[in-house]
């Protein structure tokens, strides 16, 4: 192989390594189906659930995010943002309680509806409700 034979085999080499680069980089990522029929019950006095005994805190649970809101009423939506899939997390302050997608600014209300960025569609909203207090707490969550 002369020199002009090897500048061109490498030329081909880097333009299909830079097409394919991007056209991997451009597709969408698809989006994980929020979870169906949903019957789970969570103890917090487990290790794994610790972060929902504070206000604010949040824990992912089989395609879920569930949080603890400022009221001190807990939420459960589905993880994946509408948009292209990422994880949401869970903010809950005194000025307000939502849903944030980082990746694309993405925003949720608490009850899982678009209040703002390039998602279209909601966040499917599940049932919760809690029994007992403190580390004997029990999550039940349904939808």
């Known amino acids: 192989m002369n020199r002009k034979e090897f500048v061109s085999q490498l030329g081909l080499g880097i333009a299909g390594f830079a097409f394919l680069s991007c056209t991997q980089g451009c597709s969408k990522k698809s989006v994980a189906a929020a979870p169906e029929n949903v019957n789970y019950t969570l103890n917090l006095s487990e290790t794994a659930y610790a972060p929902l005994l504070n206000t604010g805190g949040y824990i992912y649970y089989k ?8 009221s001190g009423d807990y939420l459960a939506v589905s993880q994946a ?11 809950s302050n005194t000025t307000k309680t939502q849903f944030v997608c980082r990746a694309h600014n993405s925003y949720f209300s608490s009850e899982g509806t678009v209040t703002g ?21 029990v999550l039940t969550i349904k939808g």
Do not use: Q
Request: with cysteine; hydrophobic share 30%; charged share 20%.
């Open 63 to 70: 395609g879920l995010i569930i949080g603890k809101a400022l």
């Open 81 to 91: 943002c509408t948009h292209e899939g990422e994880n949401v997390v869970f903010e």
């Open 117 to 137: 960025g390039p998602a279209k569609s909601s966040l499917k909203k599940y049932t919760v409700s809690a029994t007992g207090s403190g580390t004997a707490t």
